[in-house]
């Protein structure tokens, strides 16, 4: 039987800490910043002001990327969603968007790759999970394709996929070309 709490390492409660975790109502840089006023100056002559500058408020974007650098989640926007304007007005779509009206219809769509799968039953096919802000959709890539992007399929973590849509009653999914 195991008595006592378990103390908590330090890069662990620093990683709370720049989450936003230590408070529920402190802006998310104040947590992270030193003690108010000056800090100690050991050994240091007086005239050194080591006082801490303020620091701006955090935006969403900045929100988001200090979450997932220290959780590896992002519990607020998903990080598509910064970018969907910009991919609008490229013609790309949000994966939410696509339908049975979309069947067999070329699209662009983009996100984040979630997994990627090559099973030795699906004849040189790999299989890519793409997610943005509005759900998941399966990519499908046939070997020659995927051959010509390899380094590029095996490495990113977003891609902008461009291919065909494939609707059933039970899934849906873009065959990339």
């Known amino acids: ?14 990683d709370v800490v720049e989450a936003g975790g230590a408070s529920a109502d402190a802006p998310r840089r104040a947590g992270v910043a030193a003690p108010e006023g000056p800090l100690p100056t050991v050994g240091m002559a007086p005239y050194v002001d080591l006082t801490t500058p303020p620091l701006p408020a955090m935006t969403d974007v900045e929100l988001t990327l200090a979450d997932l650098w220290a959780t590896k989640i ?7 969603s910064h970018l969907r304007g910009a991919l609008e007005e490229q013609g790309i779509r949000p994966v939410g968007s696509l339908g049975e009206p979309d069947d067999t219809r070329r699209v662009r ?7 990627r799968q090559r099973p030795g039953t699906a004849g040189g096919v790999t299989f890519l999970n793409l997610e943005d802000e509005t759900g998941m959709l399966n990519i499908v890539c046939a070997e020659p394709m995927w051959r ?18 494939e609707h ?5 999914s873009v065959r990339a070309f």
Request: avoid cysteine; glycine fraction near 10%.
């Open 109 to 115: 769509v983009a996100g984040l790759v979630t997994h």
């Open 148 to 165: 010509q992007f390899r380094r590029v399929g095996r490495n990113a973590n977003a891609m902008v996929i461009r291919g065909r849509v």
């Open 168 to 172: 059933t009653k039970t899934r849906r």
């Open 74 to 80: 992002s519990p607020g926007e998903h990080p598509i």
């Open 1 to 14: 039987m195991v008595t006592g709490e378990t103390p908590t390492p330090e890069p662990a409660l620093a």
